[in-house]
């Protein structure tokens, strides 16, 4: 079926453009992976049964160069994750279609217990009879274990800049102009993307003088085309409320208006 646009599910088992695009990049990594170390994607038996053997399987292997990944902060471990499952969805496609006589890698189960503060079982986890045993859920042994996931930073600035660089920035010649310099201000103030401040809608903009608000949420459409919510200051809410409206007058000076 051709894929759906946007990135809604769809009823009728459609995936998005954006799913497609991230499958795609997940795919070329592993064939450039293969390619570069000459390994035969089609191999999926082990030398023996054991456990230990089974590594030397190329699936295995590179889930072993995600984990160097990781390891070596070029990627976080949910990213690799995210490449892990699609290369595990990718063979099991390759089974279905009979490219491959079994996969190489197994599924297993997992019981999900979920404790409250207090000591007992979470509400969600005890309806429905599950108070004892909990939720069972399938998972393969190509997950990438949890202890490989990075520590969160404590300094919780959005800026990737510190304070001296920020100030050579503001001061630069690129930044003289009112536009380039909103347009960094909302990189830096509102921590969005490049391509987020390249499509700020004008009617995210209020005019600030209509409520005593020091603060304005804003709902932008962002990567993967999710929704989410940021912050905007009365300062820069005012600054862009300007801009708006001096668009507006010579846009209307042009035209005659």
Known sequence: MPPQRGGKKNALGRVSLVTMHSLANSMSLFLQWIELHNVDWHEVYAVSDSDKSKYWLPVYRYRKYLIDQI????????????????????????????????????????????????????????????????????????????????????????????????????????????????????????????????????????DPALSDKSIYFVTIIGKYDKERTIMVSKGLITSLWLTVTMKSINTDFRSGN
């Open 71 to 206: 390891i070596t902060k070029k990627i976080d471990r949910d990213t690799a994750n995210l490449y892990i499952n699609h290369v595990r969805q990718f063979y099991e496609w390759a089974r279905k279609q009979h490219r491959i006589e079994k996969l190489p890698f197994k599924y297993k189960t997992k019981v999900i217990k979920k404790k409250r503060k207090d000591g007992n079982i979470h509400l969600l986890f005890t309806q429905y009879g599950a108070e004892e045993k909990g939720f069972t859920v399938t998972t393969t042994d190509l997950l990438i274990p949890k202890k490989y996931k990075q520590k969160k930073s404590t300094d919780t600035s959005l800026s990737p800049y510190d304070q001296d660089e920020l100030q050579l920035l503001y001061t630069s010649n690129a930044l003289s102009k009112l536009g380039p310099r909103l347009r960094v201000d909302l990189a830096v103030q509102c921590g969005l993307r490049a391509d987020e401040v390249a499509t700020f809608e004008a009617n995210h903009v209020v």
